[in-house]
């Protein structure tokens, strides 16, 4: 009798909303909508990373993502409502954490807290920044529109050539260097601590695998990000035919 | 030594206070940084003057009173400490060390260095507890178990409710003392009855009570004066998101 009482009375004020408004719902939505950005980080990355294979490849892979067509949107639409709510609740809980410290302490000292973990609000800022200019650049061709409409042999749009192209800016080379490590250093952070923020970390994981992680996918992204546009850069992909 | 203090002087609640220097000579490094502080009050009533508000009580590390940040670090410079077993052979002839009180929205600044805490124990009063029985004096080891299970919750009951935690996160977090108050009795068949609505309950108050959330900084588990090691967070959250999303009660 007693556990069907209780039972109504918590759960009327429950519900999504409620779960949401919490610290911890909202926090671990960051941290789901942060794995969802760094799995498609991780496979954005592997798919670019085919340019080291030639024109042909990396073309065809720009055709195929294409013609995938309605799915391309959905993914597109997934990808960007996952992102507006992972800023979102980060800007909630950031408003909120200024506000339970209203006064500073005159001096101020820290035991152990990373670089990275301090500054996630501001690489977070920059990332957007970076991410509306890359879609500006490669996907709208707005950046660099001399670029935007070569086609390879086979009438496709020849990414290839606009990437390697692209890079030959050092200004726009340099924007995507330090964009990427901002990156890196948002999930050097980021990956290890979302597994805290969703329960799963025990003091056996946490040394050495979950704190490992974040430096890890943090390493290996900036590292695949930016061979693509170094290589271009440093003439290591072949400049295509007759460009320049 | 001799030593110069920078400490927050705040008459009253709607005061806006502010640091005030004092100098402070012949401090023995055999004293306790409270026993410093007890010295200058001394020698500040013999001047006419208002002692320094801090609170203590034990003065052996623990009942949680004392609650001081020193240059920056609550409970100061040593790791597993209270400021009551700090003493003054940490620092050196001439040192100067700022005093500060907890700073957190929650925990408003009553005089000096002392602030209100309450905020902990409204948390603990909207879950952090068990339902038993009266009557007549259960068996010991009646209802068994196991060690590791117990050695979790007396670990996270090891937590004094000092607020150091808060005062050490960046974002005035109560994580660490709400997850090791969640934890001592997850860890326990005692504390299952109220399990469902638990963690619910107590990270609704500590939100209303104006605490920030966790970043994964890890500054608690730095300077708990108990080590309370931050997978009571972990649990918390567990708790949390288990009754939340599979609506279990
Ligand atoms: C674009 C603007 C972005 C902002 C403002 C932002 C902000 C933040 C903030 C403030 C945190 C919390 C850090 C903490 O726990 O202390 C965070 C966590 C995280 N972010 Fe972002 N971020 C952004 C974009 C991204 C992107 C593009 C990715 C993925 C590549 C990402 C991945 C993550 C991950 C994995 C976490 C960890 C979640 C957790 O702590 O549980 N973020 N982000
Ligand atoms: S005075 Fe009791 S713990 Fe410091």
């Known amino acids: 009798m007693a556990s069907a009482a209780s039972a109504t009375r918590s759960r009327a004020p429950s519900g999504p ?13 960051m941290a789901l909508t942060g794995l969802i950005l760094t799995a498609f980080v991780f496979g954005h990355m592997v798919g670019n990373l085919q340019i080291f294979l030639g024109p042909e490849p990396i073309n065809r892979y720009g055709h195929f993502l294409q013609s995938l067509g309605e799915l391309l949107w959905l993914i597109r639409f997934v990808l960007l409502a996952t992102l507006i709510v992972h800023i979102a609740s980060a800007a909630r809980l950031i408003v909120l954490n200024r506000r339970a410290r209203p006064i500073a302490y005159v001096l101020d000292d820290s035991v152990q807290v990373t670089f990275a973990a301090r500054t996630m609000p501001w690489t977070g800022m920059i990332l957007l920044a970076f991410v509306v200019y890359h879609l ?21 749009h020849d990414i290839y050539a606009m990437v390697v192209l692209g890079f030959q800016d050092w200004f726009v080379t340099a924007w995507y260097v330090v964009a990427n490590a901002l990156l890196a250093l948002h999930l050097s952070h980021g990956v290890s601590s979302l597994f805290q923020s969703l329960g799963v970390t025990t003091p056996s994981l946490r040394w050495p695998l979950v704190d490992l992680a974040g430096p890890a996918v943090g390493t290996a992204v900036l590292i695949g990000n930016l061979a693509i546009p170094l290589a271009s850069w440093l003439g290591l992909l072949e400049l295509p035919y007759g460009a320049m | 030594m001799n030593l110069t203090l920078q400490m927050w002087r705040q008459r009253n609640l709607s005061d806006e206070g502010g640091m005030v220097q004092y100098e402070i000579s012949d401090v023995s490094p055999e004293m306790s940084f409270l026993e410093m502080l007890d010295i200058l009050n001394e020698s500040l009533i013999a001047r006419g003057q208002e002692p320094v508000a801090f609170d203590d009580d034990c003065r052996e590390g623990i009942c949680g009173m004392c609650s001081l940040v020193i240059n920056g670090i609550p ?96 974002n005035a977090s109560a994580m660490l003392f709400v997850g090791a108050k969640v934890s001592q009795f997850r860890h326990l068949p005692q504390g299952h009855t109220e399990r469902a609505r638990r963690a619910t309950r107590m990270v609704e108050q500590m939100d209303a009570e104006g605490f920030g959330n966790c970043t994964n900084h890890y500054e608690c588990m730095a300077v708990c004066p108990k080590e309370i090691d931050v997978r009571v967070i972990a649990e918390l959250n567990q708790e949390f998101l288990r009754t939340e999303l599979t609506g279990s009660e």
């Open chain 1, 136 to 156: 500006a650049h490669f996907t709208l061709g707005t950046v660099q529109p001399e670029l935007f409409s070569h086609h390879d042999e086979l009438g496709r």
């Open chain 2, 75 to 170: 409970h100061g410079p040593d790791s597993g400490t209270t400021v009551c077993q700090l003493h003054m052979r940490r620092f050196q002839d001439g040192d100067t060390i700022y005093i500060e009180p907890w700073r957190s929205r929650a925990f408003p600044v009553l005089r000096d260095l002392i602030v209100d805490r309450n905020a902990f124990d409204r948390i603990i009063q909207a879950g952090g507890y068990i339902s038993v029985n009266t009557g007549g004096t259960p068996d010991a080891n009646a209802i068994p178990v196991a060690k590791s299970e117990a050695d979790l919750s007396m670990d996270a009951a090891s937590c004094i409710g000092c607020g150091a935690c808060v005062a050490a996160c960046p």
């Open chain 1, 17 to 29: 909303v409620k779960f949401l408004r919490s610290s911890i719902g909202a926090k671990s939505v």
